[in-house]
C-alpha cells in the first residue's frame, strides 16, 4: 500500500490543524493505521493510531485529549486533527500502515510508511 500524508504547515501555538494520509495501490480497510512524528534532532514518536473500522484508538499520552486519530474506509483516507497545538508539537508528521492484529506503539510494527508533512506550531 502506498501512502501520501498533506495537510502541514504554519500554525500559531494554541491553534489546529489536520494532517491527511491517504492510501493507495491495495484495499485500506484491513490496516491498522497510525501517526508518529519526528522532530529535528530526535527520534521518531508515536502519536496514535486506529483499529481497522475505528472503533478503536489509542495516544501517546503527549497529545491524549488535543489530538484525534479517524478514519473514512471509504475514502480510503486516515486523519489527524490537532487542537491546542504547542510549539514542541513541530515535527515531520508520518501516517504509517500497519497489516497486522492489534495496534503497536512502535515504529518497527508498521510496514508501510508515507513521505511525511511538516507541521510548524510558532509561538
Known amino acids: 500500500v502506498q501512502l501520501q500524508a498533506s495537510g502541514g504547515g504554519l500554525v500559531q501555538a494554541g491553534g489546529s490543524l489536520r494532517v491527511s494520509c491517504v492510501a493507495s495501490?491495495?484495499?485500506?480497510?484491513?490496516?491498522?493505521m497510525g501517526w508518529f512524528r519526528q522532530a529535528p534532532g530526535k527520534e521518531r514518536e508515536y502519536i496514535a493510531s486506529?483499529?481497522?473500522?475505528?472503533?478503536?484508538?489509542d495516544y501517546a499520552d503527549s497529545v491524549k485529549g488535543r489530538f484525534t486519530i479517524s478514519r473514512d474506509n471509504a475514502k480510503n483516507t486516515v486523519y489527524l486533527q490537532m487542537n491546542s497545538l504547542k510549539p514542541e508539537d513541530t515535527a515531520v508528521y508520518y501516517c504509517?500502515?500497519?497489516?497486522?492484529?492489534?495496534?503497536?506503539?512502535?515504529?518497527?510494527?508498521?510496514?508501510?510508511w508515507g513521505q511525511g508533512t511538516l507541521v510548524t506550531v510558532s509561538s
Open positions: 486506529i483499529s481497522r473500522s475505528g472503533g478503536s484508538t
Open positions: 504509517a500502515a500497519r497489516w497486522a492484529s492489534g495496534t503497536s506503539r512502535t515504529s518497527g510494527g508498521y510496514s508501510y
Open positions: 495501490g491495495r484495499t485500506f480497510s484491513p490496516y491498522y
